[in-house]
């Protein structure tokens, strides 16, 4: 049986539309995944520095150890350092990455501070714009117009709340618009994943802290 190019330019036409209206009906609530609507409503650190920003989103996940005990992965995220937590063989192979993500925590990528740089293999490194360690990261992914920030919030005794939170500037082109349009999907994604990947690595730590206690 042949299939005329027509008709599979016709029927990737017809998924592409599908995926695109399918992205714009579950925007709304992927913007806000796993997040209450105080976290939504809330002033986190780093919003000032994106202060009129068209997208924001804000993820959140609840994980079952201290903050001490979720900390160290984000204070050793990067290339070469601890990884992104997320689907490690997508980011090894666009470069992000050189080897899988970390399953124990690295001491000697501890002491993030402000003015360090997270490097993200041939993508674009991440300043680190404010560190509070056990409580807030704020780092800048690209130049006065796109800042990604971590806020740990404890959660009785031995749980924590980590809320991420993206603020994009608004695009100054045509371009630009679609370039954010395109990023969007493939950025819940994997910030999902990683939030996830991280949940699962800070549990096992404190079960491994509990045990040794």
């Not at 599908?18 to 939504?40: F, K």
């Not at 910030?191 to 991280?198: D, N, S, V």
């Amino acid at each position: 049986m042949r299939i005329s190019t027509k008709r599979i330019a016709s029927g990737a036409a017809v998924a592409g539309g599908a995926g695109i209206a399918t992205w714009v009906l579950a925007r709304p609530r992927l913007e806000r995944w796993g997040a209450t609507n105080a976290e939504v409503a809330a002033t986190l650190p780093g919003d000032a520095r994106v202060p009129n920003a068209a997208l924001v989103t804000t993820n959140a996940v609840t994980i079952r150890a201290r903050p001490a005990e979720v900390w160290p992965w984000l204070a050793q995220m990067g290339w070469r350092r601890g990884g992104l937590y997320s689907y490690d063989w997508l980011d090894r192979l666009f470069g992000y990455l050189d080897r899988d993500s970390a399953e124990e925590v690295l001491p000697e990528f501890q002491h993030l501070q402000a003015g360090d740089t997270i490097p993200i293999g041939r993508g674009l490194s991440w300043p680190v714009l404010e560190v509070e360690p056990e409580r807030a990261l704020v780092l800048e992914l690209v130049s006065g117009k796109v800042t990604w920030s971590f806020a740990l919030v404890p959660v009785g005794e031995r749980s924590t709340r980590l809320i991420t939170r993206s603020r994009c500037a608004s695009p100054e082109s045509l371009r630009e618009r679609l370039t954010y349009l395109a990023i969007e999907p493939p950025a819940f994604i994997m910030t999902r994943k990683m939030l996830l990947g991280i949940k699962r690595r800070a549990e096992a730590l404190a079960r491994r802290r509990e045990r040794s206690a």
